[in-house]
T-cell receptor, first 112, second 116 residues
């Protein structure tokens, strides 16, 4: 039982490049979330999904896209990387309980 | 709207010292409140929670009491250990019905370093 896995762990992108951050869960949770964590700041919600085929914007969605074709996977796409997207990205899931989200180990992204 | 204000760090303590990290919140309705902990190089883990006013959450020697009258949820531990060194996040959960139900709002995090 791996929980929430994220790949890659680290990535350096050049300005204007694109990439997909992968998130996979094996807990059969309906709710999934993408956050970014900037130094000295709390986590900001980028996008979330309440089930396969359903996604919605969070607080900071600009520059990102998501899809949710299966319960297990929730990839985050950066189309035209910008230095402002340098951050640590966390994927999280939630089951039926209101009370706990389960986080992946994160992806550290640098855009130069 | 929903927001969390958390004591700024970093906090540096000697082993066995008393710890308090302050957290206050603004929310519509009656949120659930949480403390999450992030150890170096890892994702966040739930440390403790409280779901209604006057509830006390506790885990691993840490405690926090949901105070509705002061809109606070301060984290305390009587005797910290080196292994408690981590970043601590206060958070609240959106309780409004609809797709945002269960969404978390985080404070900025407080870095705690404990020296032997």
């Amino acid at each position: 039982n791996a929980g929430v896995t994220q790949t890659p762990k680290f990535r350096i992108l050049k300005i204007g490049q694109s990439m997909t951050l992968q998130c996979t869960q094996d807990m059969n949770h309906n709710y999934m979330y993408w956050y970014r964590q900037d130094p000295g700041m709390g986590l900001k919600l980028i996008y979330y999904s309440v089930g396969a085929g359903i996604t919605d914007k969070g607080e900071v969605p600009n520059g990102y896209n998501v899809s949710r074709s299966t319960t297990e996977d929730f990839p985050l796409r950066l189309e035209l990387a910008a230095p402002s997207q340098t951050s640590v990205y966390f994927c999280a899931t939630r089951g039926g309980s209101l009370y706990e989200q389960y986080f992946g180990p994160g992806t550290r992204l640098t855009v130069t | 709207g929903n927001s969390v204000t958390q004591m700024e760090g970093p906090v540096t303590l000697s082993e066995e010292a008393f710890l308090t990290i302050n957290c206050t919140y603004t929310a519509t309705g009656y949120p659930s409140l949480f403390w999450y902990v992030q150890y170096p190089g890892e994702g966040l883990q739930l440390l403790l929670k409280a779901t209604k006013a006057d509830d006390k959450g506790s885990n691993k020697g840490f405690e926090a009491t949901y105070r509705k009258e002061t809109t606070s949820f301060h984290l305390e531990k009587g005797s910290v250990q080196v292994s408690d060194s981590a970043v601590y996040f206060c958070a609240l959960s959106d309780q409004n019905r609809g797709s945002t139900l269960g969404r978390l709002y985080f404070g900025r995090g407080t870095q705690l370093t404990v020296w032997p």
